[in-house]
């Protein structure tokens, strides 16, 4: 029966080669809205929307809103752009046999959006922290994520007794150098397409695209600035596919379906008319 399922799962494809899918996260509210948590929370700590892209409710977090900080939520055009990313994979076919997410708020609810547009709900998402981006980007304090019972009790589909490649208490070098942040990435996606077979999806960030594909198609890590530039070209809820050939060796192919791409629309100030 399980057979059965994978040929049919595989029909919409054109290969039955396995696949990696890399998806960045959509957008953030930080951002968007720059300092948006002074404004958007009264003194009991209750959400106060200031804008219709703003997320209607945000859970509660253990140290109060400033958990926000480094951890923010989606945008509700954040929301829309990973639901048109899980509607495309089910167009294309696209099936997945695991699922894998940073820890990362904005990273898990991208990753939520997705799958249930894909019609794939039933697929529990395992918190990997090792996907989490570069650490040298947070050298005055690290995220206070989201604990796997808070994500549970929030809604989210979370795999609880997953056993991480890379534990969140070790992910705390924020000296972090590019390679290091390369190899990081890179011993998470070998490690991963090593234990779980069939279709596997990463949702990430930006750079993961790059550092968890490149060394597993052979290239070596790219240098600081050469990653810097690579980075700004991986915009919202992008994603990178990487294909097993029958010899075993990896390499990137096309994704099956198109990107994604809109203007921006500032926020609309009424007064200007009263001018």
Same mark, same amino acid.
């Given at each position: 029966?399980?057979?059965?399922?994978?040929?049919?799962?595989?029909?919409?494809? !054109?290969?039955?080669?396995?696949?990696?899918?890399?998806?960045?996260?959509?957008?953030?509210?930080?951002? /968007?809205?720059?300092?948006?948590?002074?404004?958007?929370?009264?003194?009991?700590?209750?959400?106060?929307?200031?804008?219709?892209?703003?997320?209607?409710?945000?859970? !509660?977090?253990?140290?109060?809103?400033?958990?926000?900080?480094?951890?923010?939520?989606?945008?509700?055009?954040?929301?829309?752009?990973? /639901?048109?990313?899980?509607?495309?994979?089910?167009?294309?076919?696209?099936?997945?046999?695991?699922?894998?997410?940073?820890?990362?708020?904005?990273?898990?609810? /991208?990753?939520?959006?997705?799958?249930?547009?894909?019609?794939?709900?039933?697929?529990?998402?395992?918190?990997?922290?090792?996907?989490?981006?570069?650490?040298?980007?947070?050298?005055?304090?690290?995220?206070?994520?989201?604990?796997?019972?808070?994500?549970?009790?929030?809604?989210?589909?979370?795999?609880?007794?997953?056993?991480?490649?890379?534990?969140?208490?070790?992910?705390?070098?924020?000296?972090?150098?590019?390679?290091?942040?390369?190899?990081?990435?890179?011993?998470?996606?070998? !490690?991963?397409?090593?234990?779980?077979?069939?279709?596997?999806?990463?949702?990430?960030?930006? #750079?993961?695209?790059?550092?968890?594909?490149?060394?597993? /198609?052979?290239?070596?890590?790219?240098?600081?600035?050469?990653?810097?530039?690579?980075?700004?070209?991986?915009?919202?809820?992008?994603? #990178?596919?990487?294909?097993?050939?029958?010899?075993?060796?990896?390499?990137?192919?096309?994704?099956?379906?198109?990107?994604?791409?809109?203007?921006?629309?500032?926020?609309?100030?009424?007064?200007?008319?009263?001018?």
């Amino acid at each position: 029966m399980k057979s059965l399922f994978r040929f049919l799962s595989n029909m919409g494809d !054109k290969s039955v080669n396995r696949k990696l899918f890399i998806m960045r996260h959509a957008e953030r509210v930080d951002f /968007t809205f720059g300092a948006w948590i002074p404004s958007c929370f009264d003194k009991e700590g209750n959400f106060i929307r200031k804008n219709l892209n703003m997320p209607l409710s945000v859970p !509660k977090r253990k140290g109060g809103p400033m958990d926000f900080f480094k951890d923010c939520p989606l945008t509700r055009v954040g929301l829309l752009q990973a /639901t048109l990313t899980g509607e495309a994979m089910k167009l294309a076919g696209v099936k997945f046999d695991h699922v894998f997410c940073s820890p990362s708020l904005r990273c898990v609810e /991208t990753c939520t959006n997705a799958l249930k547009a894909s019609d794939q709900t039933y697929l529990p998402i395992n918190i990997e922290p090792g996907l989490f981006e570069w650490l040298s980007w947070y050298r005055d304090g690290m995220p206070k994520w989201m604990s796997l019972e808070e994500l549970k009790n929030y809604g989210f589909n979370i795999v609880m007794d997953y056993e991480p490649i890379i534990k969140a208490t070790d992910v705390t070098n924020v000296k972090e150098s590019s390679e290091e942040y390369y190899m990081r990435n890179y011993l998470v996606a070998s !490690k991963l397409v090593e234990k779980y077979s069939g279709n596997l999806l990463f949702v990430a960030h930006a #750079a993961s695209l790059d550092t968890c594909s490149r060394q597993l /198609t052979g290239k070596p890590p790219r240098k600081e600035q050469d990653l810097l530039t690579i980075v700004p070209k991986a915009t919202y809820a992008s994603v #990178a596919v990487v294909e097993q050939l029958p010899n075993g060796s990896w390499q990137l192919t096309e994704p099956p379906f198109p990107p994604l791409m809109h203007t921006n629309n500032a926020s609309f100030e009424w007064k200007i008319l009263l001018e």
